[in-house]
């Protein structure tokens, strides 16, 4: 009861122009037709509204000015009983309106409009398909309540062990330190019995190298002036020194030469020989 009071009504569709027609009872079940009805002579015309609370859906025929109710048709799924479709036409549906007491009667109602009817058809899909799925949410929850649930507690007397870096353990006590090697890169710390290696030397860098001041060469003292430089000269000349001719005449070779003339007769010349 609480439940009930605490659903309330909405408005699915709503449209300003809607015929109602008297129909024949259908004599068999081939369906009901449209072009056995008074299209042109409707028996009222009003506004039509679809609305729905909880999970039922309700058309309702209304006065335009005064919004007086005239029928109404309450539905509890579609397509069924309550809405039919007629067999030649789109725009024409059949319904079964109810009053208070209990009493129910089929009407024709038509839209003049081909798009009035599709969006009347479309609000009651719209509101049964989620119907249908608040329905699949409620049996599914109810299946998790009654199966059994998991306990992932901890049983009496268990524990479990974890290992987390840096902290004391029980044979070990306190955990090594990690070494930390030149440059900021740290090193594992050696095995039970070994030595640290010593990180290598980094080789200088051209920074350095470049800032380096080669010292001024260091000056000979006074004392070893021409001497020591003339010495210096001799020593090379020395080394590379060829045998040459024992005689020391640097015009002998002229003196061949012109040996080997034939004698002309002298001439007399202005030149002083030497």
Same mark, same amino acid.
């Given at each position: 009861?609480?439940a009930?009071?605490?659903?309330?009504?909405?408005?699915?569709?709503v449209?300003?122009d809607v /015929?109602?027609y008297?129909?024949?009872?259908?004599?068999?079940?081939?369906?009901y037709?449209a072009?056995?009805?008074?299209l042109?002579?409707?028996?009222w015309?009003?506004r039509?509204?679809?609305?729905?609370?909880?999970k039922t859906?309700?058309?309702?025929?209304?006065?335009?000015?005064?919004?007086e109710?005239?029928?109404?048709a309450?539905?509890?799924?579609?397509?069924?009983?309550?809405?039919?479709?007629?067999?030649?036409?789109?725009?024409?549906?059949?319904?079964?309106?109810?009053?208070?007491?209990?009493?129910s009667?089929?009407i024709?109602?038509?839209?003049t409009?081909r798009?009035?009817?599709f969006?009347?058809?479309?609000s009651?899909q719209?509101?049964?398909?989620w119907?249908?799925?608040?329905?699949e949410?409620?049996?599914?929850?109810?299946?998790?309540?009654?199966r059994?649930k998991?306990?992932?507690?901890?049983k009496?007397?268990?524990?479990?062990?974890?290992?987390? *870096?840096?902290m004391?353990?029980?044979?070990?006590?306190?955990?090594?330190?990690r070494?930390?090697?030149?440059g900021?890169?740290?090193?594992?710390?050696?095995?039970?019995?070994?030595?640290?290696?010593?990180?290598?030397?980094?080789?200088?860098?051209?920074?350095?190298?470049? /800032?380096h001041?080669?010292?001024?060469?260091?000056?000979?003292?006074?004392?070893?002036?021409?001497?020591d430089?003339?010495?210096?000269?001799d020593?090379?000349?020395a080394?590379?020194?060829?045998p040459v001719?024992?005689?020391?005449?640097?015009? *002998?070779?002229?003196?061949?030469?012109s040996?080997?003339?034939?004698?002309?007769?002298?001439?007399?010349?202005?030149?002083?020989?030497?």
């Amino acid at each position: 009861m609480a439940a009930a009071e605490l659903e309330y009504e909405s408005v699915l569709c709503v449209k300003p122009d809607v /015929n109602v027609y008297r129909i024949p009872p259908r004599t068999s079940n081939r369906g009901y037709r449209a072009s056995d009805w008074k299209l042109d002579n409707p028996d009222w015309t009003g506004r039509l509204r679809v609305t729905s609370k909880g999970k039922t859906a309700y058309i309702k025929l209304e006065d335009k000015v005064s919004g007086e109710l005239f029928a109404q048709a309450p539905i509890d799924q579609y397509p069924g009983i309550a809405v039919e479709t007629v067999a030649d036409s789109s725009r024409y549906f059949v319904i079964r309106i109810q009053d208070g007491t209990g009493r129910s009667a089929f009407i024709g109602i038509g839209f003049t409009d081909r798009g009035d009817a599709f969006d009347f058809n479309v609000s009651l899909q719209d509101h049964f398909k989620w119907v249908k799925q608040e329905t699949e949410i409620s049996k599914e929850s109810q299946e998790a309540d009654t199966r059994p649930k998991l306990d992932l507690g901890f049983k009496e007397g268990q524990t479990i062990k974890l290992n987390i *870096g840096n902290m004391t353990s029980k044979k070990g006590g306190a955990a090594k330190p990690r070494v930390s090697g030149s440059g900021g890169l740290s090193l594992l710390p050696p095995p039970p019995g070994g030595k640290i290696a010593v990180p290598p030397i980094p080789p200088p860098s051209s920074t350095a190298i470049a /800032n380096h001041v080669t010292p001024p060469p260091v000056q000979k003292s006074s004392n070893a002036s021409s001497a020591d430089i003339l010495l210096d000269l001799d020593a090379p000349a020395a080394a590379s020194k060829a045998p040459v001719s024992s005689t020391t005449d640097l015009w *002998g070779d002229f003196s061949t030469a012109s040996s080997a003339v034939p004698n002309q007769a002298p001439q007399q010349s202005n030149w002083v020989q030497f």
